[in-house]
């Protein structure tokens, strides 16, 4: 999915999102406010260390209805 194509991993943590905390609640909300295009920086936890990436959001899937 778009996740895996902006290089996030199953299991990786989402702790910021330019800055800002976020948690399960908050990410979808702001990542909508945001846009397809724009580029965020992430802080995430994978095995175990923070690590910050950039990338660029992609499309929103349709979800099945």
Known sequence: ????????????????????????????????RIGAGETV????IRSGERRTMTLELGERPQRAR
């Not at 990786?12 to 330019?18: A, F, K, N, P």
């Open 41 to 44: 920086r992430l802080l995430i």
């Open 1 to 32: 999915g778009p996740a895996g194509q902006a290089g996030l991993k199953s299991g990786d943590i989402i702790l910021q999102l330019d800055g800002l905390a976020v948690s399960n609640a908050t990410l979808g909300g702001r990542l909508a």
